[in-house]
């Protein structure tokens, strides 16, 4: 099992940046890809960034690519969303989750946090 704990959101203005974390604990020795999604009121959840284990394969969402980067740091068991330029449509619940390939498939991601919200004012 792995246990997933997301952390870094916060109500903040259109145009700010935020950090989200996803601290990982239980089973991390396993080599796993690392994916964020997020789930805004009333709507599906959708794929935002994907991470391989080496940190060498990244994918984005195109709402995202180019104002969000995704990275990793194996040693600390963590993986960040740097989220620049932050619009009201943004605003969601925002989900790590950790499977065994960088993938934008939610199905393909056994292990899933809670959630943080992350809530853009405009």
């Known amino acids: 099992q792995v246990q997933l704990v997301e952390s870094g959101g916060g109500l903040v203005q259109a145009g700010d940046s935020l950090r989200l974390s996803c601290a990982t604990s239980?089973?991390?020795?396993?080599?796993?890809?690392m994916g964020w999604f997020r789930q805004a009121p009333g709507k599906e959840r959708r794929f935002i960034s994907t991470?391989?284990?080496?940190?060498?394969?990244?994918y984005y969402a195109d709402s995202v690519k180019g104002r969000f980067t995704i990275s990793r740091d194996n040693a600390k068991n963590t993986v960040y969303l740097r989220m620049n330029s932050l619009k009201p449509d943004d605003t969601a619940v925002y989900y790590c989750?950790?499977?065994?390939?960088?993938?934008?498939?939610?199905?393909?991601?056994?292990?899933w946090g809670q959630g943080t919200q992350v809530t853009v004012s405009s």
């Open positions: 989750a950790a499977g065994g390939m960088a993938t934008p498939r939610d199905d393909d991601y056994a292990f």
């Open positions: 239980g089973r991390t020795s396993s080599r796993l890809a």
């Open positions: 991470i391989s284990w080496s940190g060498g394969t990244t």
